[in-house]
């Protein structure tokens, strides 16, 4: 049995090695290091060191755009006088100019340099190298071939000849840092964040019984964690996988803002930057923050109903373990250097051009793993919430974060068969070459947008609603009294999952879609301020009169209440059409997703970490420590985001790898000031990112050495609070269920309008005993 | 019943039921990774229909056998199932009905939404883009350059008898099947057969069903790919061709972007048929010899992708239900069917009957019309 | 498990003898060159006889094959089937039927250089 599990779990590492190893080697040659440093025709597999190459003429600092002469020349190897050819070269430098002097070399581009047909049969050649204009340490990077010339040289035969390699550095006037790749930092910083985590699971596993620390003991312990179908440990996955991926973002986040620093940077390329806030873009919506809501989503839907697992177990495991995958999938790129820089939209025909990078096919097969995940979540949440909700507990009776992850899941369930539609498509025209959105074939790129909108507004409440649950939930616990407005937070709720498949022409007003729909998406947008407004409303009456107490959730939930406040009021800018085509593609477009997205729903699942964590680990966290998060954390968050209003009304535009500012008055110039906001945000950027680590410390913290949790330190009053912290597996009896008990017992089972409708529908109780 | 804390389920093994869920499954891991394995390697063979390289063939057959192995786990798991453990739903509104019964449903509704994004995609470009049947009549074509229009496969396919034969036996075929599969059900359901006579009969119908599947998917190939030799007595009523040309031998192909079909010939349409209509564009223009008439030639790239991709998403429907088939039918085998799980098959049913909905759509609209 | 019966026959075979004639319809229709007219919505009636037919014979799969009728928990999982209608008219009206025209479909005093007012 043990042996079984090693056998498979060596299996499985294997494998994992080799989806790792396999795109840097096969798929993508240009590998992280660039065309540059492998662009060598040589002849054999190995450097010999026989061959020896030498650069001479370069300075040891060059001067500003001066020209100087050089040599590159090759002793020792198969090459002498008689043979009909005798070698040749490849010379790329990082910077400044090659030209060729005489007809025994040519320059491909400014950068590289290669003998011609007439300088095959020389062993020395001449070049001219002007020097950039600017302060940069320059490489040079010379690959030489001795060729002996034999029968059948002329052809590229190349047997017996050998080659070798030299690079060589010269230094600017004014010495500089050595400039980092964005890509190799990147995935430096992954694959540090990955160990570390690693590491901490481990510490996590010793801690749990320091005596065992052995392999016999940790093999079935990771094996349970990789075969688990239980709602609790699949959540505790989902929300590892979550926080991990929302650390990546971050990364990735911050080379962005490193860029956006100052006006005309160039750490990022256009394309790395292309790169970089596509898979921000994805990595935060698809791998941290649906993991993160699954991840509570499958901890507490359970418990608050009072079911002991959800409906479909395996199924759950199934579309957690589809996700770290797919995040492989869509990582490819990044490993290799050419990841997806379609945007997370993936804008048709961009996509499925021949100018978008490889990665964009691996991005999108790994979308095609997500969009499974996501239907088979939905089917067993969806299941589970109609069918199992313990005995008492009607639909009105509910939690509301219960309620939400229904809401959301349906949303989530309904929409998201349209963007697979829409992947497939676009991975078959990347791969067998079908033509959806090809347009000299009478492609219709729209088609695309309209497919992924239709998915993708409603994702965006998929992603707040679940938040709107936490923050009911949390704040009527704090403020010691239930929900205000109950039945009206359900509709509120349910009408933004309906009126969002209609609105979601609202991000095509630019388009050129139909008239007829913008104006029909232009109203109902309008719409969505109507119940968001009553949940605002509700909270904020819900507070009135209660008893706040003020722990750390309670914070972050205030917090919550300011900025989705603020990220509401100014998307409430979008919907007017012609408002829309000014801010479109501006920064304010920007300042408003992240209100919503970051003062929303990560403020909320902030909000759910300090409120959920004693009953998920039973361990209290440190109250200072959480405060001093909040603080920081609010406040760095809207010095970062705030500005970027204004910077969106100047006219910067997003998704640009850089700006610039002028004095003058013209057309679409930033003014001066841009520049210091810029620098602003970015400094607030990382005071945003390193406040989160007080978060992480306190997790760890309080895991190792916390004060033990009661059952329910909070006071609260649903299902999931009368278990223990944390919970038994299964989490309640089966065959002795929790019954919700209503004070108001007449009114709550007296069935409304669509509760006798459904009873007209529905199996008689009688039935169901013959069945 | 706190049995549960003593109990460490396998898992690789048979599951015990008696434990009802949760239980432990390498399944998932085993067949995320296979998928994951899959769609890397695919797109290591093509690149925009261009083959790229051989040696990635490898490793998609090697993905989709890791797949298969989390399968064969996922059904070890279950082959167990007795009806033993079977969750009733609570509650309004599916009080007392099975929970993956629900579960089923809830999962169709998915599958609609799927199939509309199809639809909705044929109907923008069906709509949006002109037919080449009006282009060709219209005369705004000159031979020698590529027009682009709409090309609907039904008018290659509904245009003879023969063309139209795997179509329409595939329709039959499924009709049969969502026929043999609920007669399998209730069979398997019948308490007052004995068990050998039950186990047989659910045999019997459930690999009728696979056969039909698989006769089904054949015939798809024989349309798409392989056409299909006639016998000598009917090739004067298929125009004195010798077999049924598949729709890769017309050249309704995804990368057609110069599609050639004698029906856009003025050479042919004059000498076969009814020739041209009078009262079109082209002839009055070719009567006035502005026009030269001769072959046109279409891009239809957009309208095979379309025809393609949606009967292939259908087809891979089949091909899942073949799949899911083969283990039932075995498991019918061994008299694994019982009133108690007869519900097992409902399961399934439900899904294979959606198919048959979706083809009820798929076969007029792509086929006929 | 059906419960009732169709004309007193078993209510499976009665479906899928229907079925059957009403699929060798439709195969017949397309094969026989009807008149090329336009009649209701339709452009032929070849399209008509289709859709007309789609129509029964996914009631009586549905119905009859699929347990939404007859079975004591019928009701309810029709309501469940007919669930995403509302999403799928939306995305067949918005997605299926419309067609990028911003610049052609708005009225002339709505465009870009209309300003002589």
Same mark, same amino acid.
């Given at each position: 049995?043990?042996?079984?599990?090693?056998?498979?779990?060596?299996?499985?590492?294997?494998?994992?090695?080799?989806?790792?190893?396999?795109?840097?080697?096969?798929?993508?040659?240009?590998?992280?290091?660039?065309?540059?440093?492998?662009?060598?025709?040589?002849?054999?597999?190995?450097?010999?060191?026989?061959?020896?190459?030498?650069?001479?003429?370069?300075?040891?600092?060059?001067?500003?755009?001066?020209?100087?002469?050089?040599?590159?020349?090759?002793?020792?190897?198969?090459?002498?006088?008689?043979?009909?050819?005798?070698?040749?070269?490849?010379?790329?430098?990082?910077?400044?100019?090659?030209?060729?002097?005489?007809?025994?070399?040519?320059?491909?581009?400014?950068?590289?340099?290669?003998?011609?047909?007439?300088?095959?049969?020389?062993?020395?050649?001449?070049?001219?190298?002007?020097?950039?204009?600017?302060?940069?340490?320059?490489?040079?990077?010379?690959?030489?071939?001795?060729?002996?010339?034999?029968?059948?040289?002329?052809?590229?035969?190349?047997?017996?000849?050998?080659?070798?390699?030299?690079?060589?550095?010269?230094?600017?006037?004014?010495?500089?840092?050595?400039?980092?790749?964005?890509?190799?930092?990147?995935?430096?910083?992954?694959?540090?964040?990955?160990?570390?985590?690693?590491?901490?699971?481990?510490?996590?596993?010793?801690?749990?019984?320091?005596?065992?620390?052995?392999?016999?003991?940790?093999?079935?312990?990771?094996?349970?964690?990789?075969?688990?179908?239980?709602?609790?440990?699949?959540?505790?996955?989902?929300?590892?996988?979550?926080?991990?991926?929302?650390?990546?973002?971050?990364?990735?986040?911050?080379?962005?803002?490193?860029?956006?620093?100052?006006?005309?940077?160039?750490?990022?390329?256009?394309?790395?930057?292309?790169?970089?806030?596509?898979?921000?873009?994805?990595?935060?919506?698809?791998?941290?923050?649906?993991?993160?809501?699954?991840?509570?989503?499958?901890?507490?839907?359970?418990?608050?109903?009072?079911?002991?697992?959800?409906?479909?177990?395996?199924?759950?495991?199934?579309?957690?373990?589809?996700?770290?995958?797919?995040?492989?999938?869509?990582?490819?790129?990044?490993?290799?250097?050419?990841?997806?820089?379609?945007?997370?939209?993936?804008?048709?025909?961009?996509?499925?051009?021949?100018?978008?990078?490889?990665?964009?096919?691996?991005?999108?097969?790994?979308?095609?793993?997500?969009?499974?995940?996501?239907?088979?979540?939905?089917?067993?949440?969806?299941?589970?919430?109609?069918?199992?909700?313990?005995?008492?507990?009607?639909?009105?009776?509910?939690?509301?974060?219960?309620?939400?992850?229904?809401?959301?899941?349906?949303?989530?369930?309904?929409?998201?068969?349209?963007?697979?539609?829409?992947?497939?498509?676009?991975?078959?025209?990347?791969?067998?070459?079908?033509?959806?959105?090809?347009?000299?074939?009478?492609?219709?790129?729209?088609?695309?947008?309209?497919?992924?909108?239709?998915?993708?507004?409603?994702?965006?409440?998929?992603?707040?609603?679940?938040?709107?649950?936490?923050?009911?939930?949390?704040?009527?616990?704090?403020?010691?009294?239930?929900?205000?407005?109950?039945?009206?937070?359900?509709?509120?709720?349910?009408?933004?999952?309906?009126?969002?498949?209609?609105?979601?022409?609202?991000?095509?007003?630019?388009?050129?879609?139909?008239?007829?729909?913008?104006?029909?998406?232009?109203?109902?947008?309008?719409?969505?301020?109507?119940? !968001?407004?009553?949940?605002?409303?509700?909270?904020?009456?819900?507070?009135?009169?209660?008893?706040?107490?003020?722990?750390?959730? !309670?914070?972050?939930?205030?917090?919550?209440?300011?900025?989705?406040?603020?990220?509401?009021?100014?998307?409430?800018?979008?919907?007017?059409?012609?408002?829309?085509?000014?801010?479109?593609?501006?920064?304010?477009?920007?300042?408003?997703?992240?209100?919503?997205?970051?003062?929303?729903?990560?403020?909320?699942?902030?909000?759910?970490?300090?409120?959920?964590?004693?009953?998920?680990?039973?361990?209290?966290?440190?109250?200072?420590?959480?405060?001093?998060?909040?603080?920081?954390?609010?406040?760095?968050?809207?010095?970062?985001?705030?500005?970027?209003?204004?910077?969106?009304?100047?006219?910067?535009?997003?998704?640009?790898?850089?700006?610039?500012?002028?004095?003058?008055?013209?057309?679409?110039?930033?003014?001066?000031?841009?520049?210091?906001?810029?620098?602003?945000?970015?400094?607030?950027?990382?005071?945003?990112?390193?406040?989160?680590?007080?978060?992480?410390?306190?997790?760890?913290?309080?895991?190792?050495?916390?004060?033990?949790?009661?059952?329910?330190?909070?006071?609260?009053?649903?299902?999931?609070?009368?278990?223990?912290?944390?919970?038994?597996?299964?989490?309640?009896?089966?065959?002795?269920?929790?019954?919700?008990?209503?004070?108001?017992?007449?009114?709550?089972?007296?069935?409304?309008?669509?509760?006798?409708?459904?009873?007209?529908?529905?199996?008689?109780?009688?039935?169901?005993?013959?069945? | 019943?706190?049995?549960?804390?003593?109990?460490?389920?396998?898992?690789?093994?048979?599951?015990?039921?008696?434990?009802?869920?949760?239980?432990?499954?390498?399944?998932?891991?085993?067949?995320?990774?296979?998928?994951?394995?899959?769609?890397?390697?695919?797109?290591?063979?093509?690149?925009?229909?261009?083959?790229?390289?051989?040696?990635?063939?490898?490793?998609?057959?090697?993905?989709?056998?890791?797949?298969?192995?989390?399968?064969?786990?996922?059904?070890?798991?279950?082959?167990?199932?007795?009806?033993?453990?079977?969750?009733?739903?609570?509650?309004?509104?599916?009080?007392?009905?099975?929970?993956?019964?629900?579960?089923?449903?809830?999962?169709?509704?998915?599958?609609?939404?799927?199939?509309?994004?199809?639809?909705?995609?044929?109907?923008?470009?069906?709509?949006?883009?002109?037919?080449?049947?009006?282009?060709?009549?219209?005369?705004?074509?000159?031979?020698?350059?590529?027009?682009?229009?709409?090309?609907?496969?039904?008018?290659?396919?509904?245009?003879?008898?023969?063309?139209?034969?795997?179509?329409?036996?595939?329709?039959?075929?499924?009709?049969?099947?969502?026929?043999?599969?609920?007669?399998?059900?209730?069979?398997?359901?019948?308490?007052?057969?004995?068990?050998?006579?039950?186990?047989?009969?659910?045999?019997?119908?459930?690999?009728?069903?696979?056969?039909?599947?698989?006769?089904?998917?054949?015939?798809?190939?024989?349309?798409?790919?392989?056409?299909?030799?006639?016998?000598?007595?009917?090739?004067?009523?298929?125009?004195?061709?010798?077999?049924?040309?598949?729709?890769?031998?017309?050249?309704?192909?995804?990368?057609?972007?110069?599609?050639?079909?004698?029906?856009?010939?003025?050479?042919?349409?004059?000498?076969?048929?009814?020739?041209?209509?009078?009262?079109?564009?082209?002839?009055?223009?070719?009567?006035?010899?502005?026009?030269?008439?001769?072959?046109?030639?279409?891009?239809?790239?957009?309208?095979?992708?379309?025809?393609?991709?949606?009967?292939?998403?259908?087809?891979?429907?089949?091909?899942?239900?073949?799949?899911?088939?083969?283990?039932?039918?075995?498991?019918?085998?061994?008299?694994?069917?019982?009133?108690?799980?007869?519900?097992?098959?409902?399961?399934?049913?439900?899904?294979?009957?959606?198919?048959?909905?979706?083809?009820?759509?798929?076969?007029?609209?792509?086929?006929?019309? | 498990?059906?419960?009732?019966?169709?004309?007193?026959?078993?209510?499976?075979?009665?479906?899928?003898?229907?079925?059957?004639?009403?699929?060798?319809?439709?195969?017949?229709?397309?094969?026989?060159?009807?008149?090329?007219?336009?009649?209701?919505?339709?452009?032929?009636?070849?399209?008509?006889?289709?859709?007309?037919?789609?129509?029964?014979?996914?009631?009586?799969?549905?119905?009859?094959?699929?347990?939404?009728?007859?079975?004591?928990?019928?009701?309810?999982?029709?309501?469940?089937?007919?669930?995403?209608?509302?999403?799928?008219?939306?995305?067949?009206?918005?997605?299926?039927?419309?067609?990028?025209?911003?610049?052609?479909?708005?009225?002339?005093?709505?465009?870009?250089?209309?300003?002589?007012?």
């Amino acid at each position: 049995m043990r042996t079984k599990i090693g056998r498979s779990l060596v299996v499985l590492a294997v494998l994992s090695v080799a989806m790792l190893i396999a795109p840097a080697a096969v798929s993508y040659p240009t590998g992280v290091n660039g065309v540059a440093q492998t662009g060598c025709n040589c002849h054999g597999a190995v450097a010999n060191s026989d061959v020896a190459p030498s650069i001479s003429g370069l300075p040891d600092q060059y001067n500003y755009s001066e020209e100087y002469e050089i040599v590159v020349s090759f002793t020792g190897g198969p090459a002498n006088a008689a043979n009909s050819n005798q070698g040749g070269f490849n010379l790329w430098v990082s910077d400044g100019e090659l030209a060729p002097i005489d007809a025994t070399a040519q320059a491909y581009g400014a950068n590289e340099a290669s003998h011609t047909e007439a300088g095959n049969d020389q062993t020395s050649w001449t070049l001219t190298w002007t020097a950039p204009s600017g302060d940069r340490n320059v490489e040079f990077i010379l690959h030489v071939n001795s060729v002996n010339g034999n029968e059948d040289g002329n052809n590229g035969g190349s047997s017996g000849d050998l080659w070798n390699k030299l690079s060589a550095k010269v230094s600017p006037p004014i010495l500089v840092l050595e400039e980092a790749d964005p890509f190799v930092v990147l995935s430096t910083l992954i694959v540090v964040s990955a160990v570390l985590l690693i590491i901490t699971l481990t510490y996590v596993f010793y801690r749990t019984n320091p005596e065992s620390f052995t392999w016999e003991h940790f093999a079935p312990w990771i094996s349970e964690w990789l075969t688990s179908t239980d709602h609790k440990k699949i959540g505790t996955l989902y929300f590892v996988a979550g926080m991990f991926f929302l650390g990546v973002g971050g990364i990735m986040a911050m080379m962005i803002r490193i860029q956006l620093a100052v006006p005309g940077n160039d750490f990022l390329t256009q394309d790395q930057y292309n790169q970089f806030f596509t898979l921000h873009g994805t990595t935060m919506i698809f791998l941290a923050a649906m993991p993160l809501i699954n991840g509570f989503a499958n901890w507490m839907v359970p418990l608050q109903i009072g079911a002991p697992d959800l409906a479909l177990p395996r199924i759950n495991a199934m579309s957690f373990w589809l996700q770290p995958v797919a995040a492989l999938l869509i990582f490819t790129g990044v490993f290799s250097g050419s990841g997806a820089d379609t945007g997370w939209t993936g804008y048709a025909p961009y996509v499925v051009s021949e100018t978008a990078h490889l990665g964009t096919t691996m991005w999108v097969a790994g979308q095609i793993m997500l969009v499974a995940s996501s239907t088979l979540t939905g089917i067993n949440f969806l299941t589970t919430i109609a069918v199992m909700r313990a005995p008492g507990m009607g639909w009105l009776q509910m939690p509301l974060f219960t309620w939400s992850i229904l809401i959301a899941n349906l949303m989530l369930f309904l929409s998201i068969p349209a963007f697979g539609v829409g992947l497939i498509q676009v991975y078959l025209d990347r791969v067998i070459g079908t033509a959806f959105y090809d347009v000299s074939a009478g492609g219709d790129p729209l088609l695309w947008s309209h497919l992924f909108w239709y998915f993708g507004h409603p994702e965006v409440y998929v992603v707040i609603v679940p938040a709107f649950g936490v923050i009911s939930e949390v704040i009527a616990t704090s403020a010691r009294r239930s929900i205000f407005g109950y039945r009206s937070m359900v509709y509120a709720m349910a009408g933004i999952g309906v009126v969002s498949f209609i609105v979601y022409g609202h991000h095509m007003f630019t388009s050129g879609m139909s008239p007829t729909l913008r104006f029909v998406t232009m109203l109902t947008t309008m719409l969505v301020a109507v119940p !968001t407004g009553i949940k605002i409303f509700n909270w904020l009456k819900t507070m009135h009169g209660g008893s706040l107490v003020y722990r750390t959730h !309670t914070l972050w939930t205030l917090g919550f209440l300011v900025t989705f406040t603020l990220g509401g009021i100014s998307g409430m800018f979008f919907p007017s059409i012609a408002m829309d085509l000014h801010l479109h593609e501006s920064y304010f477009v920007v300042a408003h997703f992240h209100y919503v997205l970051v003062g929303g729903t990560v403020f909320g699942f902030y909000a759910a970490i300090y409120y959920w964590w004693p009953k998920m680990t039973g361990r209290m966290m440190d109250e200072r420590l959480g405060v001093i998060h909040f603080l920081t954390g609010f406040i760095s968050y809207n010095a970062l985001f705030w500005p970027m209003h204004r910077l969106g009304v100047w006219g910067m535009a997003r998704r640009h790898h850089t700006y610039f500012v002028t004095t003058e008055e013209a057309m679409g110039a930033l003014p001066m000031e841009a520049a210091g906001w810029n620098m602003f945000v970015s400094v607030s950027a990382f005071l945003f990112f390193f406040s989160n680590f007080f978060l992480i410390a306190n997790m760890i913290k309080t895991v190792i050495r916390g004060e033990k949790a009661p059952a329910d330190p909070w006071g609260g009053w649903s299902f999931e609070w009368m278990t223990a912290s944390p919970p038994p597996t299964p989490s309640f009896d089966p065959h002795n269920l929790p019954e919700l008990k209503d004070a108001n017992e007449h009114i709550a089972n007296e069935p409304g309008t669509l509760g006798k409708l459904f009873n007209r529908l529905m199996m008689s109780e009688d039935e169901e005993v013959a069945h | 019943m706190s049995s549960y804390d003593d109990h460490h389920p396998s898992g690789w093994g048979p599951h015990d039921w008696g434990h009802g869920a949760p239980h432990n499954s390498w399944s998932p891991l085993i067949m995320s990774i296979g998928i994951g394995v899959f769609l890397f390697s695919v797109a290591g063979v093509y690149e925009w229909g261009e083959f790229i390289d051989a040696s990635y063939i490898g490793v998609s057959i090697a993905g989709l056998a890791i797949i298969f192995i989390g399968l064969t786990v996922w059904w070890r798991q279950d082959y167990t199932f007795d009806g033993g453990y079977e969750p009733r739903s609570m509650g309004t509104p599916f009080r007392g009905i099975e929970v993956r019964k629900v579960a089923v449903w809830v999962f169709l509704m998915s599958e609609m939404m799927v199939f509309t994004s199809l639809f909705s995609t044929y109907m923008r470009y069906r709509f949006g883009i002109e037919s080449c049947e009006s282009v060709f009549m219209s005369g705004e074509w000159v031979e020698g350059s590529s027009v682009t229009c709409f090309e609907p496969a039904g008018h290659l396919i509904a245009s003879s008898w023969f063309h139209l034969a795997p179509g329409a036996i595939n329709t039959f075929a499924l009709i049969i099947s969502s026929f043999t599969i609920v007669q399998a059900l209730r069979y398997a359901g019948m308490l007052d057969i004995d068990e050998d006579r039950r186990r047989k009969l659910v045999t019997r119908y459930l690999g009728t069903t696979w056969f039909l599947a698989v006769l089904f998917l054949t015939l798809k190939m024989i349309e798409w790919f392989l056409g299909f030799p006639l016998p000598e007595f009917l090739h004067e009523y298929n125009h004195g061709d010798s077999t049924i040309k598949s729709l890769y031998a017309e050249g309704y192909l995804i990368n057609a972007d110069s599609y050639q079909h004698k029906y856009y010939n003025t050479d042919y349409v004059a000498s076969h048929g009814h020739g041209l209509d009078h009262e079109s564009a082209l002839y009055l223009m070719m009567e006035e010899g502005t026009h030269s008439g001769g072959q046109m030639m279409a891009n239809i790239r957009v309208s095979a992708s379309t025809f393609y991709v949606t009967t292939g998403t259908h087809g891979a429907h089949v091909l899942g239900g073949i799949i899911g088939l083969t283990y039932m039918t075995y498991k019918a085998s061994r008299g694994g069917y019982t009133p108690d799980n007869a519900v097992s098959i409902e399961y399934f049913g439900l899904y294979w009957h959606f198919v048959d909905l979706v083809w009820v759509i798929v076969f007029p609209f792509f086929y006929l019309y | 498990m059906a419960h009732y019966t169709i004309m007193g026959r078993d209510p499976y075979w009665m479906n899928f003898y229907g079925l059957m004639i009403l699929t060798l319809i439709e195969v017949l229709a397309v094969g026989y060159d009807l008149p090329e007219e336009k009649i209701f919505i339709f452009s032929n009636y070849t399209l008509m006889i289709l859709t007309v037919i789609a129509i029964p014979k996914f009631i009586m799969i549905g119905m009859i094959f699929m347990h939404l009728y007859g079975s004591p928990d019928s009701g309810i999982l029709t309501v469940t089937a007919l669930f995403p209608a509302f999403f799928i008219i939306i995305m067949v009206l918005f997605i299926g039927l419309t067609h990028p025209e911003a610049t052609t479909g708005l009225p002339e005093w709505c465009r870009p250089g209309y300003y002589n007012i």
